[in-house]
């Protein structure tokens, strides 16, 4: 469901960030609410866990999606984002509650979506109004208004900055998201609002990955969701890949084609630039497997040279192979083995072997992209 009565946007993750940064041709992907009878989510729905504690994510019966659109952008952003949720929901599953919270760069819009999402939050009896707005509309870093405040300073500099991510909450049993204004989509900067998609399916993927693991004990969702080159940069070539297939397939939106075009391949040769200009320069000597954490200076390559090692690994075994394979086991055996256990070989090898196909020329590596 869309609620029109507001307009907003942000993109962060409490644990997994993704900051995107959009240039001319090529974008860097780094990382409460409705009424009850609107967005159908009821506290006496919930599905307890067997052990009638909390040591599991609970579950709720029925998971929708939800889109809350801050008041100073237009109504028709939010339903282009629904649509596009919609889509990928039924491209690779809805498994919890999906929040997705749109800032705009008005303050005062802004401070009132704070408001409702923090109303949402005590009417589910999931945190005091009172401590969330000190949290979420204070100055603590990775605050909601932050992503209001993070597009006006973009939208004053005219700079085609933006920001958005998954920001949990397994806890509550919900997907929760927010992202600065979509620059594309709202028609700024001269960005394709095919960029704001491919974002919307680089985060719904993070909700995918989330989705596979029961626990609540944060050490261990930490573990098995991966290294930073797994998270990052399935979602990035999840996003890449599916953008493609749902376009081709007519399923996603119209939206503006900005000033320049955005097609899968071009995106992913981008990466290649960045990756080989990394790889001779700052992050000379390093490999795949070496891309472990968001602290790591080379981390952002988590984002490109990971997206590349998960299409050669989708070269190797097909497209479906993390949805249909690795997530559905990743719980039961922990990471490193289900990778290997999908890989068929050892992380170690896997890396090896990719690395040696990194070293081929831009043509004969672009030509592993076309996988049914």
Same mark, same amino acid.
């Given at each position: 469901m869309v609620d029109l009565g507001m307009l907003s946007l942000r993109v962060g993750q409490v644990g997994l960030a993704c900051l995107c940064a959009l240039a001319a041709g090529l974008l860097s992907s780094c990382a409460t609410t409705l009424p009850l009878e609107d967005s159908e989510i009821a506290t006496v729905d919930r599905i307890a866990d067997p052990g009638g504690g909390v040591e599991e994510v609970p579950l709720w019966e029925d998971p929708g999606i939800d889109v809350y659109v801050a008041d100073d952008l237009p109504p028709e952003l939010g339903e282009i984002i629904q649509e596009t949720l919609e889509v990928a929901s039924e491209e690779w599953g809805l498994y919890w509650p999906v929040e997705y919270w749109i800032f705009g760069v008005n303050e005062t819009a802004g401070m009132q979506l704070v408001t409702k999402f923090c109303e949402r939050r005590e009417e589910l009896a999931q945190w005091?109004? %009172?401590?969330?707005?000190?949290? #979420?509309?204070?100055?603590?870093?990775?605050?909601? $208004? *932050?992503?209001?405040?993070?597009?006006?300073?973009?939208?004053?500099?005219g700079e085609p900055f933006g920001t958005a991510g998954w920001n949990g909450a397994p806890d509550w049993g919900i997907h929760r998201f927010a992202s600065t204004q979509p620059w594309g989509l709202t028609g700024n900067m001269g960005i394709p609002g095919d960029e704001d998609l491919k974002t919307l399916l680089h985060e719904y993927w993070h909700a995918v990955q989330n989705s596979f693991i029961p626990t609540l004990d944060q050490?261990?969702?930490?573990?098995?969701?991966?290294p930073v080159w797994f998270v990052e940069g399935s979602a990035e070539y999840m996003a890449q890949y599916g953008h493609r297939k749902l376009a081709s397939e007519g399923r996603l939106p119209s939206?503006?084609?900005?000033?320049w075009p955005f097609t899968f391949e071009s995106?992913?040769?981008?990466?290649?630039?960045?990756? %080989?200009?990394?790889?001779?320069? #700052?992050?000379?000597?390093?490999d795949l497997v070496s $891309? *472990?954490?968001?602290?790591?200076?080379?981390?952002?390559l988590g984002y490109e040279l990971g997206a590349w090692a998960i299409a050669y690994l989708a070269y190797l075994s097909g497209p479906d192979i993390l949805l249909e394979e690795f997530h559905p086991i990743v719980a039961d055996l922990g990471w490193r083995e289900a990778f290997e256990e999908v890989a068929g070989t050892s992380l170690e090898d896997f890396s090896a072997e990719f690395m040696l196909f990194m070293d081929q020329s831009t043509e004969e590596r672009l030509e592993i992209l076309n996988v049914e």
């Open positions: 005091n109004f %009172d401590d969330c707005m000190e949290r #979420e509309a204070g100055s603590e870093q990775h605050s909601m $208004i *932050e992503y209001q405040q993070l597009g006006a300073e973009a939208l004053d500099a050490g261990v969702r930490d573990d098995l969701m991966g939206v503006p084609e900005g000033d995106q992913m040769e981008n990466k290649l630039v960045t990756v %080989d200009e990394a790889f001779s320069g #700052e992050c000379e000597g390093r $891309i *472990e954490s968001y602290e790591d200076p080379c981390s952002y």
